[in-house]
Structures are given as structure tokens and as C-alpha cells.
């Protein structure tokens, strides 16, 4: 099945740096991919959508300068969290959709800042 | 507009017993349905979907869903819990009269099976 690779799936960083996800399609082409921030115990919270070739598109409430998302070709698209701070720190998940029903998700990648 | 609601946070069952994990949805049109599963500090897995056809669904692991209409629910079962069935599942419905492809989520429930 359709695979999407998300990495790192850990990181920890210190205050005031930037901290870059990337998140591939292996073997499908996503032109459209999802950004998701997951507190805990809490269900995932859709930051942004992500196109190939232009501008992202971002949900209410979501910094556009603070999460930086970069959509380069069509199997890579990249969050980069600027200038993070400790309330950074969450569980960041994205998705890319294969069709109209299916969507695959990356396996996380855990921010810690410091 | 879309919704979803899981009622329980946490669901405890022992181990060999059947479990459901309830879901109940809201949408103007007709749903797309869909139940994931993660582990921690893991991302989402596919567990199963309803389309169209037959209200029983069957996916992955011996889990199940029955999708129904009238009650707008489409819970999770599985007739013999295990201990490995241990996560936090995830409803997800999407509106299929909407032209957008993003699901939205419920708040999740922890199953806890016990030994």
C-alpha cells in the first residue's frame, strides 16, 4: 500500500531555533498534503493544507510565519517551525490523500523544545 | 458541515471479551467513514472505511464497524479483545456532497484491554 515517510520522528531543540519536518509520498504522487498538531490526550488538530507549487493554505488561528510549509515537488512537502518555543512542543502528524477516499499518514515526528 | 463524536475518552474491557469503541457522526450528505488507530508517539493507521454498499465492514486485525444510517453511528467492535489491541482509535468521517478531501476527526478513545 501507499506509504508516507515522515521524518524525524523525534527531535528535540533548543528555544529560538528552527526546526525543519519533512514529510514524503514513497510511491504515489501527493499534489496535496495535511498538517496536523496533536496535543495529548487530545485528537489532531488540522494546521494546514499544503500544495504543490503554491502557497499553503492555513486554518484560522494557525501562524503562517511561525509554521513555515514548503511544498516543492510532488512527494515532498516540509513544516518548519520558526523561532520555536517550549509551547511548541507537540506531536506533528502529516497526511497526504491517495483518491478520493484514502489518505496516508506519516508516522509523527515528536518536537520538544527547550 | 462535518462532525464527529467519540462519547467515551477511555474504554476498559478484559481480555478475550468483546469491545466497542462508539462513534456517531453529522454531515449534510452522505458520509465517508473511517476508523484509525495509534500507537503512542506513532502516527495514524488505517483500520477500516465505509463507502457504500454493505453496512458491516469488515478491516484490519479482526476489528469491524457497523455503519448506521438512522443513528448516524458507525461503532468500532471486535468480538475477542486482546491485550495488543491496547491504543487510542480515531473516528473520522468526510462529507461526500463536500469538495474537500480532509476528514475530520473525533477526540480519540484509549482502549485499554486487560490481562
Known amino acids: 500500500g501507499a506509504v508516507v515517510s515522515q521524518h524525524p520522528s523525534r527531535v528535540i531543540c533548543k528555544s529560538g531555533t528552527s526546526v525543519k519536518i519533512e514529510c514524503r509520498s514513497l510511491?504515489?504522487?501527493?499534489?496535496?498534503m495535511f498538517w496536523y498538531r496533536q496535543f495529548p490526550k487530545q485528537s489532531l488538530m488540522l494546521m494546514a493544507t499544503s500544495n504543490e507549487g503554491s502557497k499553503a493554505t492555513y486554518e484560522q488561528g494557525v501562524e503562517k510565519d511561525k509554521f513555515l510549509i514548503n511544498h516543492a515537488s510532488l512527494t515532498l512537502s516540509t513544516l518548519t517551525v520558526t523561532s520555536a518555543h517550549p509551547e511548541d512542543s507537540s506531536f506533528y502528524i502529516c497526511s497526504a490523500p491517495a483518491g478520493v477516499t484514502e489518505a496516508f499518514f506519516g508516522q509523527g515526528t515528536r518536537l520538544t523544545v527547550v | 458541515a462535518q462532525s464527529v463524536a467519540q462519547p467515551e475518552d477511555q474504554v476498559n474491557v478484559a481480555e478475550g471479551n468483546p469491545l466497542t469503541v462508539k462513534c456517531t457522526y453529522s454531515?449534510?450528505?452522505?458520509?465517508?467513514l473511517f476508523w484509525y488507530v495509534q500507537y503512542p508517539n506513532r502516527g495514524l493507521q488505517f483500520l477500516l472505511k465505509?463507502?457504500?454498499?454493505?453496512?458491516l465492514v469488515k478491516g484490519s486485525y479482526g476489528f469491524e464497524a457497523e455503519f448506521n444510517k438512522s443513528q448516524t453511528s458507525f461503532h468500532l467492535k471486535k468480538p475477542s479483545a486482546l491485550v495488543s489491541d491496547s491504543a487510542l482509535y480515531f473516528c473520522?468521517?468526510?462529507?461526500?456532497?463536500?469538495?474537500?478531501?480532509?476528514?475530520?476527526f473525533g477526540r480519540g478513545t484509549s482502549l485499554i484491554v486487560h490481562p
Open positions: 510511491d504515489f504522487q501527493a499534489t496535496t
Open positions: 465505509y463507502i457504500t454498499g454493505d453496512n
Open positions: 473520522a468521517v468526510r462529507d461526500r456532497a463536500g469538495g474537500s478531501y480532509i476528514p475530520t
Open positions: 454531515v449534510s450528505g452522505n458520509p465517508y
